[in-house]
């Protein structure tokens, strides 16, 4: 019993939480005059019911792995990058502006706008890795305000230089589109893309530089103890610019996920796209690791996906669902309290 | 006889490892009790358990004869114990009272009565000869006056029981007398003390008996009275300890550090070591003395890069390495052993074995062309780990799960393994028990016989003493002295330390 509950308690913490989540979110529903097994049953079949459900999930949960594999890299190096956000929009903006733009063999064109995503998401988070290095300005601070940079500059751009009828700027040229016709037939014409792919590549790229590369060790030293990285002859600067460099260009990848996959084109938006915010809430249930997060993903992608059928069918609104993900992520974060109910639990069992 | 404490056959374990086996510990009323063994002896846990911070998997505990189940710290508040860690547990920023009152103000009309808490904080301090003042703030005053702080917490609780987990490891020699002082005030007042401790001879002068743990098993009880330290240290290491290091008289050659003029400025922009001059021929062990604060952890970081020098040279290996980064330096030969484990020596959240090529990792075999060679450091760990008896469970447990002084002597094992041209120990021996004492001390005169240059830094004028072959003496940012250990006293050295005035020495603070 107590290897195991060494052993297994990163995931016991998530799956406490989320089913947790699940009990308090029925209780809500029965107070309110729902009933929740329908309310859950058409959960289920928004997610499984049909491949059409099945392929929109995958859509959806495709930038959240990426936004959540950004947040946790650089939470993993010790710094609390808020900004996915905003570098989730500059790498949309400027994954279809070379989408648009640019003219070659999809062999080439593809890769070149992922590239620009990740590039601009990139230099979105080293300016606050820079103004944290140097400055030692907190890069909460910087983040967010660099989100709100991102936010109206990337809509100042695109009425500016890019303006299409409907508040958008032009599609992307198809030579550079992650979208398939393929995998929209096989889905029943969901929006499904080959994003997915890319996600699981940035997911094993962001392991193997953690965990397999001097880089890594440096980042991650950095992230536990700067004193002790100075004194190892690490350079505890360059050291937070590169993290937050890396970070940002995963969300830049992010981005273009949107871009280049979902809509096909980027559109003025009023408010945040909750991409970036919604990679916190996913890193944190994803404990921070590649496959945690993937996982993860796939579950707030499966929630999002299920609220529409759960509305329709059940009658039950979809801000319910919002409730739901936002008790598990109290309960992640309130791990402490589970670990003390396992710990009375176990403990309970012996004597 | 009804115990104050009784600890009944108490078993902890941790993953891999049976820290407490069956030990048993009877604490009377009124009396000084100390708590020997070996490093990772389960000292620590032991009392962690007595405080509620582990749960043990067996044995019964009873406060004045009364069973009691001490499942949280409040717990064991309420029952009259308090703890004063290792390593203090106080608000950087907030000063004294506040710090003591936390989570126990007093309000008057739901606000915080400080003058009030101070009152009374003062007053505790008079009673048992402290000397805190209560409205300091806890990052303007000496680690001594921190740990008293630690104690008035405790006391403030209405502690009965006081345990101190390695107080004197980091307290000065003259602090440590006082402290020696304040214990024995405490028991006199009726409280009763738990103390751990590695040095024997503050075992002699303050306590009333002993209770030794060897590898997680009880050993005994002794009267300190009837003990000595040699029969101490049988009883803890379970073999004859030798406490005097044997060498050979040094054979120093050239220089291998030299520092000129020397100037280094603390961050109020003081001049805390002055034109300084040093040298460190290969060969040699040179011991650096001198009462804490006189520029000692200053020039430490200067030499290593880790503190800027605002004026004069720092050479090694005939290498310009003054202002270089630290990494440079480490290049140039400098093996580092530093002042605060946990601050510079490791990264606590790695594994020890990650730890052992901290400043390896990035070389080869380590490493090629970026990539961690993962089965060679753990080679590498796994063979530090046998020859400096780090008692580990594995090497894949965080570093931050050792005990301290295994913690310690995984730094010494990474450090010296490298056989740097220039190494720097500074206070090696921290926090060590005398086995390990032996060991290190043998190992840093067999890297100084290989015809290595090693600087030793100690407030401990036993080991300045023991191992150095010359002593230098700093004071107010200067060497005031270079001494031959074998023809000076302890008497004299105190003297220089105190700045050479021939009249009352000792006495500075
Ligand atoms: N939290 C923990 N998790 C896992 N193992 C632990 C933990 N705390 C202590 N240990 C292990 O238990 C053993 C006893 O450790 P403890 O800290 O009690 O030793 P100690 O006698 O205080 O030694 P020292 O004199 O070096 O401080 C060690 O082997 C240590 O590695
Ligand atoms: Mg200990």
Redesign the pocket.
């Known amino acids: 019993m107590k290897m195991m509950k060494g052993r297994f308690f990163p995931i016991l913490v998530p799956v406490f939480s989320v089913i947790l989540g699940l009990i308090i979110g029925a209780i809500i529903m029965l107070v309110s005059g729902y009933d929740p097994i329908a309310a859950y049953g058409a959960l289920v079949t928004g997610v499984f019911g049909d491949s059409y459900n099945l392929g929109e999930t995958v859509r959806t949960a495709t930038p959240l792995i990426l936004s959540g594999l950004a947040v946790a890299f650089a939470f993993r190096t010790g710094l609390f990058n808020i900004g996915v956000e905003g570098q989730v929009l500059v790498g949309w903006l400027a994954s279809v502006y070379v989408g648009i733009s640019l003219d070659a063999p999809m062999v080439i064109h593809l890769p070149l706008a992922i590239l620009a995503g990740a590039l601009a998401g990139a230099i979105w988070g080293v300016i606050p890795g820079l103004l944290k290095a140097k400055f030692k300005v907190h890069e909460v601070i910087t983040t967010i305000m660099m989100n709100y940079i991102a936010l109206y500059g990337t809509n100042g751009i695109i009425r500016a230089y890019l303006l299409q009828p409907g508040e958008r700027t032009k599609d992307i040229k198809s030579s550079a589109s992650l979208g398939s016709a393929f995998l929209g037939e096989l889905t029943e014409g969901s929006r499904m893309h080959y994003g997915l792919i890319v996600a699981i590549i940035v997911a094993v790229i962001m392991w193997f530089i953690l965990w397999k590369t001097t880089t890594g060790y440096e980042l991650r030293a950095v992230g536990f103890n700067q004193h002790a990285s100075q004194y190892a002859g690490i350079n505890v600067s360059k050291n937070i610019i590169l993290a937050m460099a890396i970070s940002g260009a995963f969300a830049g990848v992010a981005g273009t996920m949107e871009g280049l996959g979902t809509f096909q084109y980027m559109s003025i938006n009023n408010a945040f796209t909750g991409v970036g915010f919604d990679g916190i809430a996913v890193s944190l249930l994803g404990a921070n690791g590649s496959i945690g997060i993937i996982v993860a993903a796939f579950l707030f992608g499966g929630l999002k996906q299920g609220a529409l059928e759960m509305s329709s069918a059940a009658g039950v609104p979809t801000e319910l669902v919002g409730i739901i993900i936002a008790l598990i992520i109290f309960f992640v974060a309130c791990s402490y309290l589970v670990h003390w109910l396992t710990n009375r639990f176990t403990k309970g069992g012996k004597l | 006889m009804e115990y104050v404490i009784e600890m009944r056959n108490i078993r902890k374990e941790?993953?891999g490892?049976v820290?407490n086996d069956n030990v048993t510990l009877q604490v009377q009323k009124g009396e000084i009790h100390a708590l020997l063994?070996e490093?990772?002896?389960?000292?620590?846990?032991?009392m962690n358990v007595l405080f509620g911070l582990y749960q043990p998997e067996q044995g019964e505990i009873y406060i004045k004869g009364e069973k009691v189940d001490i499942t949280d710290p409040n717990i064991a508040n309420n029952l009259g114990i308090g703890m004063v860690h290792q390593h203090f547990m106080l608000v950087e920023n907030f000063t004294v009272t506040e710090n003591i009152i936390l989570g126990r103000e007093i309000t008057t009309g739901g606000r915080i009565d400080l003058k009030k808490a101070a009152k009374e904080i003062q007053k505790l301090s008079d009673q048992y000869g402290l000397r805190v003042d209560p409205y300091a703030k806890i990052e303007n005053i000496s680690v001594g006056m921190q740990q008293r702080v630690e104690i008035l917490k405790t006391l403030y609780r209405g502690a009965e029981i006081l345990i101190f987990d390695?107080p004197t490891a980091v307290l000065t020699p003259q602090e440590i007398h006082e402290l020696m002082e304040i214990l024995k005030k405490l028991v006199a007042e009726g409280k009763s003390i738990i103390l751990i401790t590695?040095k024997l001879k503050e075992i002699m002068e303050a306590c009333d008996r002993c209770t030794v743990i060897r590898r997680g098993r009880g050993i005994g009880t002794v009267d300190v009275a009837s003990s000595s330290p040699r029969h101490l240290a049988e009883m803890m290491v379970g073999r004859e300890v030798n406490f005097k290091v044997e060498k050979q008289p040094a054979q120093p050659k050239g220089a291998v550090l030299e520092i000129t003029n020397l100037v280094v400025e603390d961050s109020r922009k003081v001049p805390v070591v002055n034109e300084l001059n040093l040298q460190v021929k290969s060969g040699e062990i040179l011991g650096i003395a001198g009462v804490d604060g006189n520029g000692q952890t200053e020039l430490l970081e200067a030499i290593t890069g880790l503190h800027k020098v605002k004026s004069g040279t720092v050479t090694l290996n005939g290498e310009n390495i003054t202002n270089q980064k630290p990494r440079k330096v480490t290049q140039s030969g400098l093996g580092h052993i530093p002042q605060d484990r946990h601050k510079h020596g490791l990264v606590l959240d790695f594994s020890i074995g990650t730890n052992m090529v901290l400043q390896t990792y990035y070389q080869q075999p380590f490493s090629k062309h970026k990539i961690l060679k993962f089965q060679t450091i753990h080679n590498k760990a796994k063979a530090l780990i046998d020859e400096f008896d780090v008692?580990?469970?594995s090497i894949h447990?965080p570093a931050r799960?050792?005990?301290?002084?295994?913690q310690q002597k995984a730094i010494i094992a990474r450090e010296v393994d490298r056989s740097p041209d220039f190494l720097i120990a500074a206070q090696p021996t921290r926090?060590l028990?005398v086995g390990a004492i032996e060991f290190i001390h043998s190992k840093l005169i067999q890297e100084r016989d290989k015809g290595k240059a090693v600087l030793l830094v100690s407030f401990e004028l036993d080991e300045i003493m023991h191992v150095s072959d010359r002593i230098a003496v700093i004071y107010e940012g200067k060497i005031v002295a270079i001494v031959d250990p074998k023809e000076t006293t302890e008497q004299e050295l105190g003297l220089l330390m105190a700045g050479g005035k021939k009249d009352k020495a000792g006495d500075k603070v």
């Open positions: 941790f993953p490892i820290a063994g490093n990772g002896a389960g000292k620590s846990t032991l390695e590695h008692r580990t469970p447990t799960a050792l005990s301290g002084g295994n926090g028990d």
